[in-house]
């Protein structure tokens, strides 16, 4: 990898502009493979030392997530147990859209406990115009009011909607790719990858933030997860958040059996995603709950800097906020 001897010290005085050599948007999916493979230690090494140069050091935010709309989606992603096509069996009971006054509630409480970014989820394949988009305007409106970063994931949208929450003062839009084109047929068919990239254009024209990344476990292959990745880190700027989920496997789903995945793994991951993408904010996402405290401080040490903090995810279990607070006690992290 090169320069292995040049102290930290040295590294943080060399040039941070995007003109730096850090800042690629041309990479081919086999670069990415093999930074991806590259020995444990020569990867931890090598992304701690691009995140010590563009973010603060021991820091980690804190997101909360709410599930504002749960169940009843049209689409078929098959690793999601709010599909209305695998209903019957998962038994997520359908609940309509939470009133603006509870959401806005949830957003303070969730403030109180440390969280500086928000995030809102939608059972939804598209936003439609209406009250129901009216409603979410006002959340995004309120949560912007609050000093917190607002995020909303909705499905698809339209440069006129994504300009609505931009005026609303929306942070970030979430919208994750979620595998390679190539395995992502394997995954939904309902959508296609090209329509997720269109919803990201829109986000982008509307002066939003991108949040996008995807999961793993689903019975990818390496070469996909490289492949995913190079098409985040080719989008020019970088989406300024990625978001890495290790699959939940939720009984009833297509997905439900299928085996955890291996710690070290999301650790590849994460490294490799802050290698490639420098000053995004790198997302440990779902999946923590099957990861030990060693391994969520590994991932940290590959460029994660922000967890989802509060009981739930969207419909499935998140770690205990406790156990959260002790590893960043034990770690010495700041929360930012
Ligand atoms: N319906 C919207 C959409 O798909 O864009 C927003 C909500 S959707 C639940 C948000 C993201 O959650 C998905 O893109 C997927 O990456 C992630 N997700 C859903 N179910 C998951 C699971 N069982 N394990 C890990 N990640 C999951
Ligand atoms: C993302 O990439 N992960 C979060 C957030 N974006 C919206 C969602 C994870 C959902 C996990 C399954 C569930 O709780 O329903
Ligand atoms: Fe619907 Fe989003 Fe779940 Fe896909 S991931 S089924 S679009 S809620």
Not at 70 to 81: F, H, L
Not at 161 to 168: C, G, H, P, S, V
Not at 176 to 196: A, G, K, V
Not at 271 to 279: D, E, L, N
Request: glycine residues 6%.
């Amino acid at each position: 990898m090169g320069n292995t001897n040049m102290t930290i010290t040295q590294i943080k005085q060399t040039s941070t502009t995007p003109e730096n050599q850090d800042f690629r948007y041309d990479w081919t999916a086999e670069e990415v493979l093999a930074i991806h493979d590259m020995p444990l230690m020569d990867l931890l090494f090598k992304a701690q030392t691009i995140h010590r140069q563009y973010h603060e050091d021991n820091t980690v935010q804190l997101a909360s997530l709410l599930s504002i709309k749960t169940g009843a989606c049209p689409e078929d992603c098959k690793y999601c147990p709010q599909s209305a096509h695998y209903a019957k069996k998962t038994g997520l009971k359908k609940e309509p859209l939470l009133p603006v006054a509870e959401v806005l509630e949830k957003a303070k409480l969730a403030k109180e406990h440390g969280a500086s970014r928000f995030c809102m989820g939608a059972a939804w394949r598209h936003v439609k115009d209406g009250p129901q988009f009216d409603n979410v305007i006002e959340m995004v409106r309120g949560v912007t009011d609050m000093n917190m970063e607002a995020c909303v994931t909705l499905g698809m949208i339209n440069q006129d909607q994504a300009d609505r929450l931009k005026d609303a003062g929306l942070k970030a839009y979430n919208h994750n790719l979620d595998t390679s084109p190539e395995f992502y047929e394997e995954i939904i068919t309902t959508r296609t990858y090209q329509e997720r990239l269109d919803t990201l254009d829109c986000v982008r024209k509307a002066g939003i933030t991108i949040c996008s990344g995807g999961i793993i476990g689903m019975g990818e292959s390496t070469y996909d997860r490289a492949r995913m990745l190079q098409i985040l880190a080719n989008l020019d700027p970088h989406p300024e958040s990625v978001p890495i989920n290790a699959l939940v496997p939720v009984q009833g789903t297509p997905m439900g059996d299928k085996e955890p995945v291996e710690p070290i793994e999301m650790v590849r991951m994460m490294a490799t995603t802050r290698i490639i993408m420098p000053k995004t904010r790198v997302r440990l996402s779902a999946g923590r709950t099957s990861f030990s405290k060693e391994t969520q401080i590994l991932c940290m040490l590959a460029g994660a800097n922000s967890i989802f903090y509060g009981d739930k995810l969207l419909t499935t279990n998140n770690n205990d906020t406790n156990d959260d607070l002790a590893l960043i006690k034990e770690a010495g992290l700041n929360v930012a």
